[in-house]
């Protein structure tokens, strides 16, 4: 048996590729972790492929199927950033200072962009959380593994050198497990759908309140409106008293100064009438005084007249 072109140990066992800082410390403490005895868990030495007799396809490929025929080959964004977040292998090919400098959310790698994503209602930001807010966990370009092209040169040479007997044995294996991940796939649907289920019934509460608060609006609205009429009511009301009252003013004004004017006319009569009445006393008690003197000298006159005689 030769061995893989991946490897040139054997067969059994993982090739060697050029690993990220990141990895080559993870795979460091794993080998930590054996020397003291830890359970660790390896990765298998043959790739699981997809079987070729004795299976349905149609079932492998609807449970191992992506939708939307993404190549596996080269990841998407999306997986670039959920796996470098976890192994940081987006920070070793990314200094910290250009991340410090230019932040760029999952939703610009995803779209492809490398510009910072604005707070603009058009940006595809991020507008919903929970367990399936990533996509689910079984399929979606986010749950799959960096394809290896080493495995099917490693997968034929391992197989060449099997029998049909431990080929059919690892076939039916791979058919209970393609089952099972069916079966995982189908109650994480069934997961998924009451998660949206719920979703629905959140939203159908937050319409009704969204409904009783158009209605207090609509109400409010009416009350104003009503207020208004009422209000201008009252001000063509006020308007109007204000004329009338504004009127009177100036007729009482008008009515004083008149009255002020006749008392003063009225005094100025008065004072007159006393004056003149002051001149005839006085022009009565001299006429008086004259009068009697004027008599008394007619009577003396008289007297020598008839003395004379």
Do not use: W
């Not at 431990?166 to 189908?186: D, H, P």
């Not at 608060?213 to 208004?228: I, Q």
């Amino acid at each position: 048996m030769n061995p893989s072109p991946a490897t040139e140990k054997s067969v059994y066992f993982d090739a060697r590729r050029s690993l990220a800082p990141s990895e080559m410390t993870l795979q460091a403490d794993h080998s930590k972790a054996a020397e003291a005895g830890a359970d660790v868990n390896r990765q298998p030495s043959v790739a699981v492929h997809e079987p070729t007799k004795d299976i349905k396809a149609v079932d492998y490929q609807n449970g191992h199927t992506i939708t939307g025929a993404h190549d596996l080959a080269q990841p998407s964004p999306a997986y670039e950033a959920t796996e470098g977040a976890r192994s940081g292998y987006m920070d070793a090919k990314v200094p910290l200072s250009e991340k410090a400098q230019s932040p760029v959310t999952s939703e610009a790698r995803l779209n492809g962009s490398s510009s910072p994503t604005s707070a603009s209602p058009t940006s595809h930001e991020r507008i919903s959380s929970g367990a399936f807010s990533n996509g689910p966990g079984t399929t979606g370009p986010a749950s799959m593994p960096q394809k290896d092209d080493s495995h099917h040169a490693r997968l034929a040479t391992a197989e060449s050198g099997l029998d049909d007997v431990v080929k059919g044995k690892i076939t039916k294996e791979e058919l209970k497990n393609a089952k099972r991940m069916s079966k995982i796939i189908k109650n994480e649907a069934k997961s998924e759908k009451k998660s949206f289920d719920t979703a629905l019934k959140e939203l159908a509460k937050i319409q009704k309140l969204q409904k009783h608060a158009a209605d207090d609006e609509n109400s409010a609205l009416k009350r104003h409106a009503r207020a208004l009429k009422a209000e201008h009511k009252a001000n063509m009301k006020f308007l109007a008293a204000k004329q009338t009252h504004e009127k009177s003013e100036v007729e009482l004004r008008t009515a004083v100064e008149r009255l002020d004017a006749c008392k003063d006319h009225a005094l100025k009569q008065t004072e007159l009438l006393q004056q003149k009445n002051r001149e005839v006393e006085e022009m009565r008690s001299q006429k008086a005084v004259d009068d009697r003197e004027r008599e008394a000298r007619l009577k003396e006159l008289a007297d020598m007249k008839t003395k004379a005689a």
